[in-house]
T-cell receptor, first 113, second 116 residues
Framework: DQQVKQNSPSLSVQEGRISILNCDYT??????FLWYKKYPAEGPTFLIS???IKDKNEDGRFTVFLNKSAKHLSLHIVPSQPGDSAVYFC????????????WGAGTKLIIKP | NAGVMQNPRHLVRRRGQEARLRCSPM?????VYWYRQLPEEGLKFMVY????????ESGMPKERFSAEFPKEGPSILRIQQVVRGDSAAYFC??????????????FGPGTRLTVL
């Protein structure tokens, strides 16, 4: 039962353009969402998060949008840079067990020069 | 300021042997989490520990798996009598305070376990 879904296994974007990574969830109890970035042979690195009381959070080139009615969130990276090439994971948590992150399967982002 | 350290980075075991994975949290962090990642999947929560206490082990298989975080030394994830299905990447994360998700979890580089 996949509660967090990232339906695009990979995404290719031209350098300088916008990268949009999508994530859908099924559990309406989720109240906190995170994006992590992972390079090969390394652990995930926290990027940005959003609470369910917000619909947008911005940090430099990274913006996360949350649409609660659609149970959908997206990560926008603009402008995309070669160093952004990595696997991006969406994760969510709920309520009292909020340390238990439920992860999507990841989207591999490739930035083309 | 060293990050989360895990060793070994790669571990090969034959079926039936024991695997012991170590995790040293970031300095000042007293909360440790273990996750497992199977190929082509996201990470799956296994266990949450504080010093000398297991807080939540609901994601850990009831048999063959155990975890500890002693007063001194690293956290250990132990897998007894390994089977091929245990082959995965095991990640450890740590956080500073009470385990609230807003307290960022910082991840180690992982241990890749291969069971022959």
């Amino acid at each position: 039962d996949q509660q967090v879904k990232q339906n695009s296994p990979s995404l290719s974007v031209q350098e300088g353009r916008i990268s949009i990574l999508n994530c859908d969830y099924t559990n309406s109890m989720f109240d906190y969402f995170l994006w992590y970035k992972k390079y090969p042979a390394e652990g995930p690195t926290f990027l940005i998060s959003i609470s369910s009381i917000k619909d947008k959070n911005e940090d430099g080139r990274f913006t996360v949008f949350l649409n609660k009615s659609a149970k959908h969130l997206s990560l926008h990276i603009v402008p995309s840079q070669p160093g952004d090439s990595a696997v991006y994971f969406c994760a969510a948590s709920a309520g009292d067990s909020n340390y238990q992150l439920i992860w999507g399967a990841g989207t591999k982002l490739i930035i083309k020069p | 300021n060293a990050g989360v350290m895990q060793n070994p980075r790669h571990l090969v075991r034959r079926r039936g042997q024991e695997a012991r994975l170590r995790c040293s949290p970031m300095k000042g962090h007293s909360h440790v989490y273990w996750y497992r990642q199977l190929p082509e999947e996201g990470l799956k929560f296994m266990v949450y520990l504080q010093k000398e206490n297991i807080i939540d082990e609901s994601g850990m298989p009831k048999e063959r798996f155990s975890a500890e975080f002693p007063k001194e030394g690293p956290s250990i994830l132990r897998i007894q009598q390994v089977v091929r299905g245990d082959s995965a990447a095991y990640f450890c994360a740590s956080s500073r305070t009470s385990g609230a998700v807003s307290d960022t979890q910082y991840f180690g580089p992982g241990t890749r376990l291969t069971v022959l």
